[in-house]
Nanobody
Framework: QVQLVESGGGLVQPGGSLRLSCATS????????MAWYRQPPGKRRELVAA???????IYGDSVKGRFTISLDNAKNTVSLQMNSLKPEDTAIYYC?????????????WGQGTQVTVSS
């Protein structure tokens, strides 16, 4: 019943911008932690941005000041605005949700969307 579907990836030149979107179902944003992760080619998955239920957004050091995560409660979507893109931002980007349960949480992932930054 929980579903995450990413969109908005593509090819962009260095310095350009992209906006990723994650369409969700079966998630209550106010009690769940939403996040974006990415996996560059040949590297391990890393946190890009997260929106915890307490406090403001959290960003990975490499994207601070360039990326912005936001939630749209009316549309049940999670967005990632990416500006001033660099070649090292090239990766598959995944939407992630942690949903609370009695003894912890359930974690769900989208299928991923490819972002390629190249001249």
């Amino acid at each position: 019943q929980v579903q995450l579907v990413e969109s908005g990836g593509g090819l962009v030149q260095p310095g350009g911008s992209l906006r990723l979107s994650c369409a969700t179902s079966g998630i209550i944003f106010s009690i769940s932690t939403m996040a974006w992760y990415r996996q560059p080619p040949g590297k391990r998955r890393e946190l890009v941005a997260a929106m915890p239920t307490v406090g403001g957004p959290i960003y990975g050091d490499s994207v601070k000041g360039r990326f912005t995560i936001s939630l749209d409660n009316a549309k049940n979507t999670v967005s990632l605005q990416m500006n001033s893109l660099k070649p090292e931002d090239t990766a598959i980007y995944y939407c992630n949700a942690r949903i609370p349960i009695r003894a912890g949480f359930n974690e769900h992932w989208g299928q991923g969307t490819q972002v390629t930054v190249s001249s």
